[in-house]
């Protein structure tokens, strides 16, 4: 069974950058395609990026397009979400997922999470 485990939120100026990273647990880990999702209360949840388990394809919401760059080690065991030129609007925990196959948008489609990490941009 993966385990993923997020961490590098935080609190950031509209305009920063944050790296968050999705550390996995569990041998089979490179054959899962892996999501970055956020979650504001009283809202969905959000999908963000998606890779698939090679990391060749990717895929983003068009609100985080050209801002955000989703890419995985697998060497490592770990999925990394790049995010740049962050505004207010941005805000929200950020959750890890991991679906067995595909590329997934829907968060239905993913089997395991991570606890989440909170990013916070000011204004």
């Known amino acids: 069974q993966v385990q993923l485990v997020e961490s590098g939120g935080g609190l950031v100026q509209a305009g920063g950058s944050l790296r968050l990273s999705c550390a996995a647990s569990?041998?089979?880990?490179?054959?899962?395609?892996t999501g970055w999702f956020r979650h504001v209360p009283g809202k969905e949840r959000e999908f963000v990026a998606a890779?698939?388990?090679?990391?060749?394809?990717?895929y983003y919401a068009d609100s985080v397009k050209a801002r955000f760059t989703i890419s995985r080690d697998n060497t490592k065991n770990t999925v990394y979400l790049q995010m740049s030129s962050l505004k207010p609007e941005d805000t929200a925990v950020y959750y890890c997922?991991?679906?067995?196959?595909?590329?997934?948008?829907?968060?239905?489609?993913?089997?395991?999470w991570g606890q989440g990490t909170q990013v916070t941009v000011s204004s």
């Open positions: 890779t698939s388990w090679s990391g060749i394809s990717t």
């Open positions: 569990g041998r089979s880990f490179s054959s899962y395609a």
């Open positions: 997922a991991a679906a067995w196959g595909g590329l997934p948008t829907t968060y239905r489609d993913y089997e395991v």
